[in-house]
């Protein structure tokens, strides 16, 4: 079975960092595009970042991009999500999902950015 | 970028009912359309990918359906535990984009 565990939220505040961790289980990891996705308090669902499986390509929201910076480690079957820059509208449960279909998901890391 | 747009926003059903979910496309997107359900304070559980294949462990009473601009998540014989929100996603493009959400609720 696949499983997903993030870890790393908490509370900052304003233009303070954070790094994300998700670590992987049960499946092939290098093989497979990993996702982040966020949900502001009571709001849908936001797409914030994808890296691919083996060449590494990365793709960002605008709304983070130059800011967040995506990365993993296919050695430890996990992938991080280094946040600097944080305000306020960065608040949000953070998912970390299998692939662009978001097939598998993490538990979320609670991530608030308040002064 | 590619808009989603759900429809409706909120829908209220009885058990046993039949209800459909719309979500339009911007542009084509082919078949790269999912659908996430929501419990409150859970995380998304995928239902569907490439617009009809269940998800392992998704019950027969959802189904999906649709190509190119529009497409469509149908419960059929609606169940108490089915009260949530749901989501549409499509990913043929970056950046990927979800539809704003439905909520339904059990009369």
């Known amino acids: 079975e696949m499983q997903l565990s993030e870890s790393g939220g908490g509370l900052v505040q304003p233009g303070g960092s954070l790094r994300l961790s998700c670590v992987a289980a049960?499946?092939?990891?290098?093989?497979?595009?990993m996702t982040w996705v966020r949900q502001a308090p009571g709001k849908g669902l936001e797409w914030v970042s994808s890296i691919s499986g083996r060449n590494g390509a990365i793709f960002y929201a605008d709304s983070v991009e130059g800011r967040f910076t995506v990365s993993r480690d296919n050695s430890k079957n996990t992938v991080y999500m280094q946040m600097n820059g944080l305000r306020v509208d960065d608040t949000a449960i953070y998912y970390c999902t299998v692939g662009s279909d978001s097939s598998v998901w993490g538990q979320g890391a609670q991530v608030t950015v308040s002064s | 970028d590619i808009q989603m747009t759900q429809s409706p926003s909120s829908l209220s059903a009885s058990v046993g009912d039949r209800v459909t979910i719309t979500c339009r496309a911007s542009?084509?997107?082919?078949?790269?359309l999912a659908w996430f359900q929501q419990r409150p304070g859970k995380a998304p559980k995928p239902l569907i990918f490439k617009t009809s294949n269940l998800f392992s462990g998704v019950p027969s009473t959802f189904s999906g359906g649709g190509s190119g601009t529009e497409f469509t998540l149908t419960i059929s014989g609606l169940q108490p535990e089915d009260s949530a929100t749901y989501y549409c996603?499509?990913?043929?493009?970056?950046?990927?984009?979800f539809g704003g959400g439905t909520k339904v609720e059990i009369k």
């Open positions: 542009q084509d997107i082919s078949h790269y």
């Open positions: 049960g499946l092939n990891f290098n093989t497979y595009a």
């Open positions: 996603q499509q990913y043929d493009s970056y950046p990927l984009t």
